[in-house]
């Protein structure tokens, strides 16, 4: 594991971008997984400006989203759907048709899940994974307790999670309880991942997720067995980390 701690947001941001341009300079037609929430807005912000300085092309690229929330439209700006097409999508070539996000409205959910993993697969696997964290330790919707073994599923919101998204939404009550979620396997299968964190209230999790036991309580400790996984980290986020007892 690798661990880089930034002096703030924007410098994680722009380290986080320099990875994911990279990735596509190098191989064009790239398999990446993303994820949204607060955390990855200025990673693609900086990675729009790349594409906007004519440093990569994303015409070859294929995506795929981590997650996205049970019975809400993609239409509805509280979707993922509408998220990575305001803070990425729209703002770059990549063909629309090449990005991947799971269908919350399918009406055959366990089939929309056992698919989502046969494309990933069939596309050749995803080359690099980029995710945030949640106050619990969860990657994805992959909140404690989940079995590791886990393929993309559906999964209830934790309590915790409920709470931290509610200010996407008017209220508490509106904040969706079920999601469907990339498992921990389809993360693990990564090539490579980044993980992003940023200020004091992600500095438990960041400590637990790289130095606790690696269980299922604590989701993102089981990417310390990943063989190509970054944790990109603000001072903040970073706080209780030992840098000198990371391998
Ligand atoms: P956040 O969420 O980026 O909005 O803090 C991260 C996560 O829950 O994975």
Same mark, same amino acid.
Do not use: W
């Given at each position: 594991m690798r661990v880089i701690v930034t002096?703030?947001?924007?410098?994680?941001?722009?380290?986080?971008?320099?990875?994911?341009?990279?990735?596509?300079?190098?191989?064009?037609?790239?398999?990446?997984?993303?994820?949204?929430?607060?955390?990855?807005?200025?990673?693609?912000?900086?990675?729009?400006?790349?594409?906007?300085?004519?440093?990569?092309?994303?015409?070859?690229?294929?995506?795929? +989203? /981590?997650?996205?929330?049970? &019975? #809400?439209? =993609?239409? $509805?700006?509280?979707?993922? %759907?509408?998220?990575?097409?305001? +803070? /990425?999508?729209?703002?770059? &070539? #990549?063909? =629309?048709? $090449?990005?991947?996000?799971? %269908?919350?409205?399918?009406?055959?959910? /366990?089939?929309?899940?056992?698919?989502?993993? =046969?494309?990933?697969?069939?596309?050749?696997?995803?080359?690099?994974?980029?995710?945030?964290?949640?106050?619990?330790?969860?990657?994805?919707?992959?909140?404690?307790?989940?079995?590791?073994?886990?393929?993309?599923?559906?999964?209830?919101?934790?309590?915790?999670?409920?709470?931290?998204?509610?200010?996407?939404?008017?209220?508490?009550?509106?904040?969706?309880?079920?999601?469907?979620?990339?498992?921990?396997?389809?993360?693990?299968?990564?090539?490579?991942?980044?993980?992003?964190?940023?200020?004091?209230?992600?500095a438990?999790?960041v400590f637990?997720?790289v130095h606790?036991?690696?269980?299922?309580?604590?989701?993102?400790?089981?990417?310390?067995?990943?063989?190509?996984?970054v944790f990109i980290v603000d001072e903040?986020a970073g706080l209780r980390l030992d840098l000198k007892e990371i391998y």
């Open positions: 002096k703030n947001y924007d410098e994680m941001s722009k380290v986080a971008a320099r990875m994911i341009v990279s990735q596509v300079i190098l191989k064009p037609n790239s398999i990446l997984g993303l994820a949204t929430g607060s955390t990855p807005i200025g990673t693609y912000k900086e990675i729009i400006k790349s594409f906007e300085l004519g440093i990569v092309d994303f015409k070859e690229v294929i995506s795929f +989203n /981590l997650d996205e929330y049970l &019975n #809400i439209e =993609k239409e $509805n700006s509280q979707s993922y %759907d509408y998220f990575m097409k305001e +803070n /990425l999508f729209n703002h770059i &070539n #990549i063909n =629309k048709k $090449n990005t991947y996000i799971p %269908d919350g409205m399918s009406l055959d959910i /366990l089939n929309e899940c056992r698919l989502y993993d =046969k494309k990933i697969f069939e596309a050749g696997g995803l080359d690099i994974q980029l995710l945030g964290i949640g106050r619990n330790g969860h990657i994805g919707f992959n909140e404690p307790d989940i079995q590791f073994e886990a393929r993309t599923h559906v999964v209830e919101l934790d309590q915790q999670t409920i709470k931290d998204n509610a200010r996407f939404f008017d209220s508490v009550d509106q904040v969706p309880t079920k999601a469907i979620s990339m498992g921990i396997k389809t993360i693990m299968h990564s090539k490579k991942i980044i993980l992003l964190a940023s200020g004091k209230e992600k438990d999790a637990e997720a606790g036991l690696i269980r299922p309580k604590l989701p993102a400790s089981v990417l310390q067995l990943h063989p190509d996984v903040e």
